[in-house]
């Protein structure tokens, strides 16, 4: 039922704002969102939105999408901001001038997850590339989501490090990948197979799966979230003065980056993600300041 009405509000949401030929339908004092699945599903971009909301009275709504969809919304113009996490696809996005620049926000890291008997014997490798090319040479079932989103390209990417192009029956693009991760990993728990997956999607379904962690810790797996304004020169009629309020504010040390800081320690007992602003690592090389 939750993922029905993802679907729904998605379908509602092109409906109202992303139709051709339609204006924006919002007025001032409103900035919308295109972001990627995984920190909605976390809850943290609702937290942020919110906190911001009640200290300035501008209110912020977001549509949910993997990276390559969330940027694709915003080339309608319809949206005001993006907040994805696969750099090429992004640098991309800037250079055809739909956006303005890539602004750090937060990281987090992938993972690979599989089966408690890990059947390819891959737990505790320290390179990813290693532990995907164990797997493929063993021809152990893996989950993709397959659906070109950051988490999806992030895997790509590691694949492109074995020299190997995934492929076979062992290899699965789950078909409804672009629900999210949290989905395509409580499908990768029902065929107990393996996956690539965000650190804190796997955290906060931990307690409904049988999977564990295997792989970690790897440079090559870190998840760089960015914000990207959408280019009121293309888009004049976007909110860009509110939305780099808003930036200005999911960038300040003691604003949204402290609330990144924070999120999920108390449930998980750590935090889902990692503050990542130019300003916050200013901040943390001059502390007196």
């Given at each position: 039922?939750?993922?029905?009405?993802?679907?729904?509000?998605?379908?509602?949401?092109?409906?109202f704002f992303l139709a051709p030929g339609l204006s924006l339908a919002k007025g001032p004092h409103f900035i919308l969102l295109s972001s990627t699945i995984g920190p909605i599903d976390a809850g943290i971009v609702s937290v942020l939105e919110d906190r911001f909301?009640?200290?300035?009275?501008?209110?912020?709504?977001?549509?949910?999408?993997?990276?390559?969809?969330?940027?694709?919304?915003?080339?309608?113009?319809?949206?005001?901001?993006?907040?994805?996490?696969?750099?090429?696809?992004?640098?991309?996005?800037?250079?055809?001038?739909?956006?303005?620049?890539?602004?750090?926000?937060?990281?987090?890291?992938?993972?690979?997850?599989?089966?408690?008997?890990?059947?390819?014997?891959?737990?505790?490798?320290?390179?990813?590339?290693?532990?995907?090319?164990?797997?493929?040479?063993?021809?152990?079932?893996?989950?993709?989501?397959?659906?070109?989103?950051?988490?999806?390209?992030?895997?790509?990417?590691?694949?492109?490090?074995?020299?190997?192009?995934?492929?076979?029956?062992?290899?699965?693009?789950?078909?409804?990948?672009?629900?999210?991760?949290?989905?395509?990993?409580?499908?990768?728990?029902?065929?107990?197979?393996?996956?690539?997956?965000?650190?804190?999607?796997?955290?906060?379904?931990?307690?409904?799966?049988?999977?564990?962690?295997?792989?970690?810790?790897?440079?090559?797996?870190?998840?760089?979230?960015?914000?990207?304004?959408?280019?009121?020169?293309?888009?004049?009629?976007?909110?860009?003065?509110?939305?780099?309020?808003?930036?200005?504010?999911?960038?300040?040390?003691?604003?949204?980056?402290?609330?990144?800081?924070?999120?999920?320690?108390?449930?998980?007992?750590?935090?889902?993600?990692?503050?990542?602003?130019?300003?916050?690592?200013?901040?943390?090389?001059?502390?007196?300041?």
């Amino acid at each position: 039922m939750k993922q029905m009405k993802k679907i729904l509000i998605l379908v509602l949401f092109t409906l109202f704002f992303l139709a051709p030929g339609l204006s924006l339908a919002k007025g001032p004092h409103f900035i919308l969102l295109s972001s990627t699945i995984g920190p909605i599903d976390a809850g943290i971009v609702s937290v942020l939105e919110d906190r911001f909301e009640k200290e300035t009275g501008i209110r912020v709504r977001h549509v949910g999408a993997g990276t390559g969809e969330a940027l694709n919304i915003a080339r309608k113009g319809s949206i005001d901001l993006v907040l994805v996490h696969a750099k090429s696809l992004e640098e991309k996005f800037i250079e055809e001038g739909f956006g303005t620049e890539r602004i750090p926000l937060m990281y987090n890291d992938f993972v690979i997850v599989g089966p408690a008997g890990d059947p390819a014997g891959i737990k505790g490798m320290k390179a990813a590339s290693e532990a995907l090319r164990t797997i493929a040479e063993k021809k152990i079932p893996f989950i993709s989501r397959g659906d070109k989103s950051g988490t999806h390209v992030a895997e790509m990417a590691l694949w492109e490090k074995t020299g190997i192009k995934p492929a076979g029956d062992w290899y699965t693009a789950y078909e409804k990948g672009s629900l999210g991760n949290g989905p395509t990993l409580l499908y990768t728990n029902e065929k107990n197979a393996y996956t690539v997956i965000d650190r804190a999607t796997y955290l906060s379904l931990k307690k409904d799966i049988k999977l564990g962690v295997l792989v970690e810790k790897d440079e090559a797996m870190i998840n760089f979230i960015s914000l990207i304004p959408v280019n009121p020169k293309k888009f004049p009629k976007v909110n860009y003065t509110e939305t780099m309020t808003f930036v200005q504010w999911l960038t300040s040390p003691l604003k949204g980056q402290k609330i990144i800081a924070d999120f999920g320690k108390d449930v998980y007992g750590e935090p889902l993600f990692f503050p990542n602003s130019i300003e916050w690592q200013k901040a943390r090389e001059n502390p007196a300041q």
